[in-house]
Every structure is written in C-alpha cells, then in structure tokens.
C-alpha cells in the first residue's frame, strides 16, 4: 500500500490549503481514511477521518474549518482546510486503515507552514 501526499506549502494565518492523498496498491473502497498531523515537538494527532460508507469524524481544532472527503475513481482522500492559523503548522499525515487485518498504513507527510 502506498499513500502519497501533497498539497502543502506556506500559507498566511486565514488563508486555505487543500491536501490530497493517492492510495495505490490495495483496494481503496474498504478502507477509512485519516489525516494526522505532528507539530514540532508534539506527538501525531488525528485530524479529521472517513469511513468507507462516508462517515466522517474530526478533531475539535478542526471543526468548522476542515472537510475531509474522498473519491473512490481516482482512489483518493483529500483535507480541505480553511481559515489556518499558526498553531495549525505541522507536517500532515495520510493514514489508510485496513479493517480486514486491523493494519495501518502511513504517508510520509506533507509540511504545512502558517505565517501570522
């Protein structure tokens, strides 16, 4: 499985960014996917996921700021973020999850940079 990010990039404080995240190598419909992110010296949190039926859950910090969504022909998840602020910098994360062998797959990140 191999998931390949992109999208990030410097922004100033309110603007948006859209990341987008390729899955290739397994088959994409049965997977939920996530966006993480781990700031300089913090540990990797969950940004915003979705299931395999649509189902989304997202971090208090990214509530009303975030959309997660994904499409099944091109086999890819993407994070819509807007009004960033500062504290949103950090490189982000794509995550597939398996459900048929409770497996966890990992980007290699995306750097996001928020200047105030």
């Known amino acids: 499985v191999q998931l390949v990010e992109s999208g990030g990039g410097l922004v100033q404080a309110g603007g948006s960014l859209r990341l987008s995240c390729a899955a290739s190598?397994?088959?994409?419909?049965?997977?939920?996917m996530g966006w993480y992110r781990q700031a300089p010296g913090k540990q990797r949190e969950l940004v915003a996921h979705?299931?395999?039926?649509?189902?989304?859950n997202y971090a208090d910090s990214a509530k009303g700021r975030v959309t997660i969504s994904r499409d099944g022909a091109k086999n890819t998840v993407y994070l819509q973020m807007n009004s960033l602020k500062p504290e949103d910098t950090a490189v982000y994360y794509c995550?597939?999850?398996?459900?048929?062998?409770?497996?966890?797959?990992w980007g290699k990140g995306t750097l996001v940079t928020v200047s105030s």
């Open positions: 979705i299931t395999s039926g649509g189902s989304t």
């Open positions: 995550n597939a999850w398996d459900p048929r062998r409770d497996m966890n797959y």
């Open positions: 190598g397994t088959i994409f419909s049965i997977h939920t």
